[in-house]
C-alpha cells in the first residue's frame, strides 16, 4: 500500500473521529489480509503535522490518541461558529483544580488547608461532572476521606498530552517576603497555589479546549457558566467535610 494513501486514511479517520484516536485504533483501520506497514501510520501523522505548519488546523497528541484542533492564533475567529457563551472559570474553581492538577492525589480537607477557606461540593460536583477529576482511592486515616486526581478528560481538554507537559511552576523565592504572618511552608504552599492557579488559568485562556475541536460538539458552556456561579456564590459558606465528620465522629 503507497505511503500516500495510508496519509489520506489516517486524515479522513481523524476529521471524521469524534475523539482522539491512538496508533492502536488508526492501525485498525486496516484489515489483517492488507496491514499497514511498520512505522507507517507514525510516518502519516509527522506528515500530516508538517501539512499543517501553515494552515489554520493543527494535528496533536493528547492523551487519549491524535486530534486535529484548530490553531489558537485565528481560535477567536473561529469561535464565532459557536453560539455558547464562553465559560467563565471562577477563581474557587480553578484553584482546586490547580491544587488537584499539581498536587494530586489530594484530599479534600488538604485542599481546604491550603485555600484557607471550605471546598464548596459544588465545586468537586461541577469538576467531576465535567470529567477532569475522580476519585483515585481513599487515604488510610480515620474516616477514609477521597484522594482526588485529575482524569484524561481533563489532559485532552488543556491539549496535554501527559501531566509532565503542564507549565512548570516558577521557582518559589524569597519565602520571608511573602506574607510575614505565615509559617514558611504555608508561604511557600500559598506561593505555589498561585503559581498553579495562573498556569491552569493560562491554559484556559488560550481555547485549549472549547470550542476547538472541528468535528466535536461544543460543551454546553451555558450550563457550565450557571453551574462555576452556583460555586462562586457557595463557596464562601462554611461547609462539613466528609473528614470534618470523620474528626467528630472520633472525637
Known sequence: MEQDLIKR???????????????????????????????SIEQAIQALRVDCETRGVE?????????????????????????????????????????????????????EQIRGVAVSANIIR?????????VLG??????????????????????????????PLSEIRDLDDLTPEL????????????????AVASLASEGAGEPQLLAHAAIDSEAAATAAGDDAANDDEPQSTDDDAAREASA
Open 9 to 39: 486514511i489516517v486524515e479522513a479517520a481523524l476529521m471524521a473521529a469524534p475523539q482522539p484516536l491512538t496508533l492502536a485504533q488508526l492501525n485498525a483501520l486496516f484489515p489483517e489480509e492488507q496491514p499497514a506497514p511498520a512505522d
Open 59 to 111: 494535528l496533536v497528541e493528547v492523551a487519549s490518541g491524535f486530534r486535529f484542533q484548530v490553531k489558537t492564533e485565528v481560535h477567536a475567529w473561529v469561535a464565532r461558529l459557536w453560539t455558547e457563551r464562553q465559560t467563565k472559570y471562577t477563581r474557587a474553581l480553578l484553584e482546586t483544580l490547580a491544587l488537584i492538577a499539581y498536587r494530586q492525589p489530594i484530599t479534600r480537607a488538604e485542599i
Open 126 to 134: 461541577t469538576l467531576e461532572e465535567r470529567e477532569w477529576i475522580r
Open 138 to 167: 481513599h487515604r488510610d486515616v480515620p474516616g477514609k476521606p477521597a484522594l482526588f486526581g485529575t482524569t484524561k478528560a481533563f489532559l485532552d481538554y488543556f491539549s496535554l498530552a501527559s501531566l509532565d507537559q503542564l507549565p
Open 183 to 198: 509559617d514558611l511552608r504555608e508561604a511557600g504552599a500559598l506561593a505555589e497555589l498561585e503559581n498553579a492557579v495562573e
